[in-house]
């Protein structure tokens, strides 16, 4: 996948990403292929004189492939439903992408509402549809104080 990263070849990165997901389940795909890559490239992204671009062209590729699989496959599921979200200030998507592809696989239809979402907008969309969870991704403590006092007054299921 490096190489087709390094060349920009969404076609090989396709090709690749499918038959190791044609060979493997999501999760092995995504523990021992997706993470260490993308930890690679996070830390090689200033050594490289490509490195930004590769790594933007990468998790822009992911971003739009998990994305389709998502839906693709939240829309022929029968289980429960989870809302996914960013929390205000997270711009960082592909975490909490990955977890709703997993869970698709195991067979949840997923809502997913995108980046930095205000927490008021979370709790009106979960209001209105019926679902099992609001997942989003880890904040560090130093964060958690700022996100407790809004949700204790938002209507949640």
């Known amino acids: 996948m490096r190489r087709a990263i390094e060349a920009f070849d969404d076609n090989r990165l396709d ?15 995504t523990l021992n292929l997706l993470r260490p890559l ?29 994305g389709a699989r998502m839906h693709h496959a939240s829309t022929r599921s029968q289980g429960r439903r989870l809302l996914l979200a960013c929390l205000p ?37 979960a209001a209105c549809v019926d679902i099992a969870g609001v997942c989003s991704p880890a904040r560090p403590r130093s964060c958690q104080r700022s996100y407790r006092q809004p949700w204790r007054h938002s209507p949640m299921p």
Do not use: K, M
């Open 38 to 66: 993308l930890e690679q490239l996070g830390e090689r992204w200033q050594e490289r004189e490509s490195g930004i671009a590769e790594e933007h062209f990468f998790t822009a590729h992911l971003h739009n492939e998990i």
């Open 89 to 125: 200030g997270e711009h960082h998507e592909l975490g909490i992408l990955l977890f709703g592809l997993s869970a698709s696989a195991r067979g949840y239809r997923l809502l997913y509402l995108g980046a930095d979402l205000p927490l008021a907008q979370v709790a009106q969309a």
């Open 15 to 29: 090709a690749v990403y499918n038959e190791a997901l044609a060979v493997y389940p999501v999760d092995i795909v």
